[in-house]
């Protein structure tokens, strides 16, 4: 998608097509993944999560793919609805130095859904 | 409701005045965090509790902001003379343990004029 005004990147589908959001992470440490729905005015909402031992993962409408090779995540959403009309954001988590990690995540900049009827 | 609670949800003050927040996190879940968003941009991190022990905090948690989790369950965010850049929404998540999926609450605006 193209940017605008928010400098978002934008996806704009039609009720029932499929849609797929892309993300790009930095760091191969990153051992989890999530992705987070927005809503305006909302706090985050959990949609679907992987973890790095894992390349696929499906939910209820919804697939995660994870390409480790490239740090690339998507999230395919099938017969998109009006509802799912929101500004998605994938997440990962790193581990930390000797392991550990205190589940802290780092947010990608988020995708703009719009869904037209 | 048993989800991540935030109080209050806006919050409008003048620049210079004091303000805390309070997050209510799913009960049973030991992790706390506090993340701050702007218009725009994802959630960034602020701090991490581990029950009542704040074990993380970011750069972005300047002198004038503190956090507490006293009896590891509730949380206060209070920010210290407010600056109109710290305008955002406040968010709380919570988890029950590393390596589960962290849960959102709605978030309090911030808004200093």
């Known amino acids: 998608g193209e940017s605008v005004g928010l400098h978002l990147p934008t996806l704009s589908v039609q009720e029932g097509d499929n849609s797929i959001i892309n993300c790009a992470y930095s760091n191969s440490a990153s051992d989890y993944f999530i992705w987070y729905k927005q809503e305006s005015g909302k706090g985050p909402q959990f949609i679907i999560d992987?973890?790095?031992?894992?390349d696929k993962r499906q939910g209820q409408r919804v697939t995660v793919l994870l390409n480790k090779t490239v740090k690339h995540l998507s999230l395919q959403i099938a017969a998109t609805q009006p509802g799912d009309s929101a500004v998605y954001f994938c997440a990962e988590r790193s581990q930390g130095a000797g392991g550990t990690s205190y589940g802290k995540l780092t947010f990608g900049q988020g995708t703009i859904l719009t869904v037209h009827p | 409701d048993t989800g991540v609670s935030q109080d209050p949800r806006h919050k409008i003050t003048k620049r210079g005045q004091n303000v805390t927040f309070r997050c209510d996190p799913i009960?049973?879940?030991?992790?706390l965090y506090w993340y701050r968003q702007t218009l725009g941009q994802g959630p960034e991190f602020l701090t991490y509790f581990q029950n009542e022990a704040q074990l993380e905090k970011s750069r972005l948690l300047s002198d004038r902001f503190s956090a507490e989790r006293p009896k590891g369950s509730f949380s206060t965010l209070e920010i210290q003379r407010t600056e109109q850049g710290d305008s955002a929404m406040y968010l709380c998540?919570?988890?029950?343990?590393?390596?589960?999926?962290?849960?959102f609450g709605q978030g309090t605006r911030l808004t200093v004029v």
């Open positions: 998540a919570s988890s029950l343990h590393m390596n589960t999926e962290a849960f």
């Open positions: 009960s049973e879940h030991n992790r």
């Open positions: 992987i973890r790095s031992n894992m």
